[in-house]
Nanobody, 122 residues
Framework: QVQLAESGGGLVQAGGSLRLSCAAS????????MGWFRQGPGKEREFVAT???????YYADSVKGRFTISRDNTKSTVYLQMNSLKPEDTAVYYC????????????????WGQGTQVTVSS
């Protein structure tokens, strides 16, 4: 079992930056691929980024070049650095753990956090 807790969300102006963190507890963090998904108002949950067990990142086209995913296995934490934020990035961001990666589908993940709200004002 893995428990995930996101933090770092908030309100930011367009063009600004935020860094999300997801702290994991439970079974070996390093054995899982980690991912970030988001769900905007009235939208379905969508893939944002994933990082494999060995640290290779993959991104949705909508965030490529602006977002960076990373992990620190010594701290059992995965990060999402978000730069050049746009109003369309407004969503609840979820952290997920599962498999070895790269996993871009929600069904590939066994464990989910509760989410953290990111709001980007224009």
């Amino acid at each position: 079992q893995v428990q995930l807790a996101e933090s770092g969300g908030g309100l930011v102006q367009a063009g600004g930056s935020l860094r999300l963190s997801c702290a994991a507890s439970g079974r070996a963090f390093s054995s899982y691929a980690m991912g970030w998904f988001r769900q905007g108002p009235g939208k379905e949950r969508e893939f944002v980024a994933t990082i494999t067990r060995v640290g290779t990142g993959y991104y949705a086209d909508s965030v490529k070049g602006r977002f960076t995913i990373s992990r620190d296995n010594t701290k059992s934490t995965v990060y999402l650095q978000m730069n050049s934020l746009k109003p369309e990035d407004t969503a609840v961001y979820y952290c997920a753990a599962g498999g070895s990666g790269p996993n871009v589908r929600a069904e590939d993940y066994a464990y989910w956090g509760q989410g953290t709200q990111v709001t980007v004002s224009s």
